[in-house]
Structure formats: structure tokens, C-alpha cells
């Protein structure tokens, strides 16, 4: 039994360095000092300057407004997308509605769409009903985007809630709304939290959607924001460019730090 | 089991849902198909030309080369994220610090798309880290020059892609590995069965639902690769790793030949749509008796 788990450790290390070596290369050479770095990457140490790039990428770009609307595309994109993706959920195990599979695949079907196909049709009807450049324009697009995952996450945990409880609920005479209120979404709050974080760190690291429906930086997510740095090429060394896109993964980094036992008990009871 | 009728304020609970989802996914949809069948170029008249965009599609060379590499992902996405992902959940489970393990793996799936295409391009660039670390330790005569050919360039782009997907699947893994009931687990071992044959005796049968989760995801995410190809190789040199999502982008906003590249689109399309309901249909079937 030692013997054994002695040699899962050894090869869980040596499948691990092929994680850890990108990583350390990435950390290494987007926190370089540019003093010392020379035009390309470089396996060796050459200075530590993490603030000093962040500060020259900031200033680069602007990032501060990026940053708020990051948050509230974020947080209410993910938010509400899951909020409605259990009412459906919800409908589709617990009100035994006809075509039941119809439902399913109308709304989690949707996930299956490629997503720079969405691209050009957007655009166009974005700019016909002044959508385009808003921020409510695109919340609804990342609310769009976001809602079949979660429906199918949401739909997969409340398969494993008894029908008793249905049952039982309604011989109380609570109607569909409380059903939902009181007996299935505090039961798969769980699988919901682990949606939301899906969802949120979709959002925050959305780069296409950002780029081709905004245009101002008061609106831009920060992601599209940050590529403009790319575009400015040989102004804006490499490292700045990768420390900025480092520290922009921060957020959803520390949510999956902090989230990971939720996230995993809340993917687990629907399984 | 056949309940009382549901009555009408049933549909209301999917309304919320239904509306962003018409008007976001499945509006542009109908319209990419529309357009499909024309030669829009934008903002100029158009007229319907048939089916003679598909014709154009499968006649063109560079889409043979397209093709390949759809197959080349789609075989390596199986084979590498989804495999190594379940090895690596397996061989973690119930090992001290798995979740220090799991979180390492997991950590490369939050940055961003352009943070893992640029990396890995300074990795396999002709004067990039791989082939230093060659010089160093003496193997120069395996330096290439890994991004300017095929299939290579493709080769090495599903290394990075690996190195950042791999973690969700080995948390979705453990997820549905963690869902196996210990006393079946239990019972394997008091007949004598070994770690190999714990695995497809017992655990991997269990596994039939997430397992189609996970493949379905995969597939779908890596047929409409996007990020890293246009990070790492743009789709070239000369469109020799393109991808057909790199390919839609390209006829559709580079060259404006809108109507093209709705109907690479809808082919995509119906590639991803496909292969997820075959890799979906049996999780989902199972769970429609109820």
C-alpha cells in the first residue's frame, strides 16, 4: 500500500512538472525586468519588476474602467444567466411539461453554436437597435451565452432531488413558485455556485464579444481592452503584455482557490 | 411515470431563459444559415447563389488541409485532455495533497487565451525555449522549426491547449469519480482486484454519465479552437493550421465574403452539433426516464 502510493506521488510529480514549467516560464518572463530582458523569452531569472510592468501596462491601456465593467458583466452576466437557467431547470425535471426533450435541446442546444458564428449577425442587428457600445447590450449577450451550461448543470443537479419532496411540498399546497423557492433552489444552491463560477470566469476572460460589439473604454470588458496592448506591438514589450494578462486572472484565480470545495461538491451531488 | 398535466404556467418558468437565448444564439443562427445561400459582402446588395457556397467549400484545396486538421484536433482532444485528465483524477484520488495536485493542473484554465497563446508561442518558436533547452542538453539535431509546418504547428498547438484544458476535465472527473459509491470500491478490493483492475471493473462503469459530459464538452470546445491558433500561428503560414472556426473568421471579417463564411459556419455547426449529441445522447437519455 506505501509502495504504491509512493509511486502515484512520483508520477503525479512528474506529470505535474509538465504543468509547472510553463507556469514558471510565463511567471519568470512576464514579471522580467525590461532592463534585462532581451526581445525573447529566456528560461533563466532576469529580475523581478512585477509591479513596474503592471504599472507600464496600466498606463498603456486603460484599464481602471475595463476593470469595473469586468465586475459588473461578471457578476450580473453570471448571475442572472444562472438565476433563469434554474427556473428552467427547474420546470423541465419538476413540472413534467410535454416534450420534455424538445425543451432541453431548444435551450441547452444552444451551446453547441460556435461562437465567432454569433459574431456578424450581432453586430448587425446591435447596430440597427443601438445596442452596439452598450454595456446593457452586452450583458444580454453574455446573459445569452452563459444560459444553456447552466441550465444543464442546474437540470443535472436537480435530477438527484427526491420526488418526494415535490410531492409533499405540494400536498402542503404550495404552488410551482414555492416549490422552487423553498425546495429545489436552496437544495442545488451548490451546483448553482459552481455554475456561477464557470460562468464568471467565461465572462471575465471573454475577448471576441468585448472586441466586436464595444468600442469605447468606458464600455470594453477588460480582456478586449488588454489586447489592444498586442496591437500597439514593439511599443509595448512582451512582458508587460503577459504581466497585465497575468494579473487580470488574478480574480478568477482566488475564486477557484476559495470556490474549489464548493465547486466540487456542487458538480458532485449532480453527477 | 406519468404525473397530472402541467398546465400552462409551467412554460412561464422557461420564458426568462428562452428570451436570450432566441435573440442571442439562435436569431444569428438562422440568419448565418440565410446568408449561407447568398453572396453577401456586407453592406452591398446580394443575391441568392444556391448552394454554391458549400460547392466552393468542398472544392477548395486549403479546406482539404482544414479538413485535416479538424480531424488531427478532434482525435487529439480525445486522446490527450480526456485521457490524461481521467488518468491523472484517478491516480489523484485519495492521495495526500490531491487538492494541492489538482489545483496545479486546474490553475493554466484560468488565464486568458491570449496569456496561454503567447506563451507557448515563445516556446515553440524557431528561437524560442524548446529549441535552446535542445542546444543545452545536446539534441540539436531534433530542433525544428515547429511553428512553420505541418503538421507541427497544429502538433503544437494542441500541447498548449492540452496544458490549458486538462485541468477541468481532471476536476470533472473527480467530481464523478468521487460520486462511486466506496463499499462497491470496497468490495473489488476484499476480491482481490488491483489498482488497474479497480479501475475498469468498477469505477470506469460508473463513469457513464460525466464521462459523456466531459467528452461532449471537449469535442465541441476543441472543434471551434479559436484563441490559440490565432495567437500562436494566425492559421499559417499559408492557412496550413488553420482550423475551420480560424477559417469562418477569416473569409467572413478578413476577406468579407460574408456569405463564405456563413457556410463554413453552419458546416461547423453541424460538425460540433453532431458529434455532441452522439457523445451526449446516452447521459441524456438515461436521465429523461424518470
Known amino acids: 500500500m506505501k509502495r504504491q502510493s509512493i509511486g502515484r506521488h512520483a508520477l503525479l510529480i512528474f506529470l505535474a512538472l509538465g504543468w509547472v514549467i510553463p507556469l514558471y516560464l510565463l511567471v519568470i518572463n512576464a514579471f522580467a525586468d525590461l532592463k534585462r530582458w532581451d526581445a525573447i523569452f529566456d528560461w533563466n531569472f532576469k529580475g523581478w519588476e512585477p509591479r513596474e510592468n503592471f504599472k507600464l501596462a496600466w498606463e498603456a491601456a486603460t484599464l481602471t474602467p475595463g476593470l469595473k465593467s469586468n465586475l459588473f458583466y461578471g457578476i450580473l452576466g453570471a448571475g442572472i444567466s444562472v438565476f433563469v437557467a434554474s427556473l428552467a431547470a427547474f420546470a423541465i425535471v419538476a413540472l413534467n411539461p410535454k416534450r420534455r426533450s424538445m425543451w432541453f435541446w431548444l435551450i441547452y442546444g444552444a451551446n453547441l453554436v460556435p461562437y465567432p458564428m454569433l459574431l456578424l449577425p450581432l453586430f448587425e442587428s446591435f447596430a440597427t437597435t443601438g445596442l452596439y457600445d452598450t454595456r446593457w447590450g452586452l450583458l444580454l449577450v453574455y446573459i445569452g451565452v452563459a444560459i444553456p451550461f447552466a441550465f444543464f448543470l442546474g437540470r443535472n443537479h436537480m435530477l438527484s432531488i427526491p420526488k418526494e419532496l415535490l410531492e409533499a411540498s405540494k400536498l402542503d399546497g404550495a404552488n410551482k413558485m414555492q416549490s ?92 | 411515470m406519468s404525473k397530472s398535466k402541467s398546465g400552462a404556467t409551467t412554460y412561464l418558468f422557461f420564458i426568462p431563459a428562452l428570451l436570450p437565448v432566441l435573440s442571442i444564439l439562435l436569431y444569428p443562427i438562422g440568419k448565418t444559415l440565410y446568408l449561407s445561400f447568398t453572396n453577401s459582402e456586407g453592406l452591398t446588395e446580394f443575391q441568392f447563389v444556391g448552394l454554391t457556397n458549400y460547392l466552393n467549400f468542398f472544392s477548395e484545396p486549403v479546406l482539404r488541409t482544414t479538413m485535416g486538421n479538424v480531424v488531427i484536433w478532434t482525435v487529439a482532444t480525445l486522446l490527450l485532455p480526456v485521457t490524461l485528465g481521467l488518468a491523472i483524477a484517478y491516480i489523484v484520488s485519495g492521495v495526500k495533497g490531491s487538492g494541492i ?11 486568458s487565451g491570449v496569456a496561454v497563446g503567447t506563451l507557448w508561442f515563445n516556446i515553440f518558436e524557431t528561437e524560442g525555449l524548446l529549441n535552446h533547452l535542445l542546444t543545452v542538453i545536446g539534441m540539436e539535431g531534433f530542433q525544428k522549426s515547429w511553428l512553420l509546418y505541418a503538421p507541427t504547428n497544429t502538433i503544437a498547438m494542441i500541447v498548449a491547449s492540452t496544458w490549458a484544458s486538462t485541468g477541468l476535465v481532471v476536476v470533472l472527473f473527480t467530481v464523478g469519480i468521487q460520486s462511486v459509491p466506496l463499499q462497491t470500491v470496497e468490495a473489488g478490493r476484499l476480491d482481490g482486484a488491483n489498482a488497474w483492475q479497480l479501475f475498469w471493473k468498477v469505477v470506469w462503469p ?39 472556426a480560424v477559417t469562418m473568421y477569416r473569409e467572413s471579417f478578413l476577406l468579407n465574403r460574408y456569405g463564405a463564411g456563413s457556410a463554413i459556419a453552419v458546416v461547423l455547426m453541424i460538425l460540433v452539433a453532431g458529434v455532441s449529441y452522439f457523445a451526449l445522447r446516452n447521459g441524456v437519455k438515461k436521465e429523461e426516464v424518470m
Do not use: C, H
Not at chain 1, 193 to 210: E, P
Not at chain 1, 246 to 259: Q, W
Open chain 2, 206 to 244: 460508473q463513469l457513464k454519465y460525466i464521462r459523456a459530459v466531459v467528452i461532449g464538452t471537449a469535442l465541441a470546445n476543441s472543434l471551434r479552437t479559436f484563441d490559440i491558433v490565432w495567437v500562436m500561428t494566425g492559421g499559417g503560414p499559408a492557412r496550413s493550421s488553420e482550423t475551420l
Open chain 2, 101 to 111: 495536485y489538482r489545483m496545479i493542473f486546474l490553475l493554466p484554465y484560468v488565464l
Open chain 1, 180 to 271: 422552487y423557492a423553498r425546495i429545489f433552489l436552496p437544495l442545488s444552491l451548490p451546483a448553482l455556485g459552481a455554475a456561477f463560477l464557470f460562468q464568471f470566469t467565461w465572462i471575465w476572460n471573454d475577448l471576441v464579444f468585448g472586441l466586436t460589439l464595444t468600442t469605447s473604454d468606458e464600455i470594453r470588458p477588460l480582456m478586449s481592452t488588454l489586447s489592444t496592448l498586442q496591437g500597439m506591438y514593439g511599443n509595448v514589450p512582451t512582458p508587460v503584455i503577459l504581466s497585465a494578462n497575468f494579473i487580470a486572472s488574478l480574480p478568477t484565480a482566488f475564486l477557484y482557490i476559495v470556490g474549489q470545495r464548493l465547486f466540487v461538491a456542487g458538480l458532485k451531488a449532480g453527477s
